[in-house]
C-alpha cells in the first residue's frame, strides 16, 4: 500500500507583506530528480523534498514520525504559465536566479524581465499567456518514513519547515 507525504510550512516575517521573504516546499518530482520521478511512496521509503527560500535564515525541520534531513543546495529547472489579465507583472511560483528561455503562447507582450525580487516578471501591459523557463536555488531534504506506525502501514507523515526572515 502507498502511503502520502504531506509537507506544511511555516515561516514568520518581521517585515510583513512586501518583505520578499519566500519559503515554500515540495516533494520532488522531476524524473531525474531525488526521487526519480516517484510521488506515491510506500512505508519504509526515503522521500527527497526541494525547499525554496530567499531571505530565510535558520532553517529548522520536524516531522510527525520517521525522521527528516537535512541535505545541500541544488539548482532545478522549472516551467511555469505565467498570465498577463490587462497585466506588466505576473509572480512565478518559487523566486528565480534566472530565465532560462520564455515562448508567448499567442500574442506576445514582448521580452520578460526577472525583477530584483526573484519573482516578480515584468512585460509590456496587456493580455497573454507566457511559458517562462527558469533556474532556482533549492535546498534539499530527505524524509525516511517508518515501516509502520502503531501497526498501521497506510499513513500519512507531517513535515514542518521553518524558518526566521533574513533582515540582514
Not at 24 to 40: H, I, M
Not at 100 to 111: N, Q
Request: charged letters at 15%; aromatic letters at 6%; a negative charge.
Amino acid at each position: 500500500m502507498a502511503a502520502n507525504a504531506t509537507i506544511v510550512v511555516q515561516f514568520n516575517t518581521a517585515g510583513g507583506a512586501g518583505s520578499g521573504a519566500h519559503l515554500s516546499a515540495e516533494v520532488d518530482s522531476r524524473p531525474n530528480g531525488l526521487n526519480a520521478g516517484k510521488t506515491s511512496f510506500a512505508p519504509g521509503d526515503s522521500v527527497g523534498i526541494l525547499i525554496f527560500q530567499r531571505k530565510v535564515i535558520n532553517l529548522a525541520l520536524e516531522s510527525s514520525s520517521g525522521s527528516v534531513n537535512l541535505g545541500g543546495g541544488i539548482i532545478v529547472e522549472r516551467t511555469q504559465d505565467l498570465t498577463f489579465a490587462n497585466a506588466e507583472t505576473a509572480t512565478l511560483q518559487v523566486p528565480a536566479l534566472n530565465i532560462v528561455s520564455h515562448k508567448w503562447l499567442g500574442r506576445s507582450l514582448g521580452f520578460p524581465l526577472l525583477e530584483q525580487d526573484g519573482s516578480t516578471v515584468r512585460v509590456s501591459k496587456g493580455v497573454g499567456v507566457c511559458r517562462i523557463t527558469y533556474r532556482a536555488s533549492a535546498t534539499t531534504c530527505t524524509l525516511f518514513s517508518p515501516v509502520s506506525l502503531e501497526g498501521v502501514t497506510n499513513f500519512s507523515v507531517l513535515v514542518v519547515i521553518s524558518g526566521d526572515e533574513d533582515v540582514g
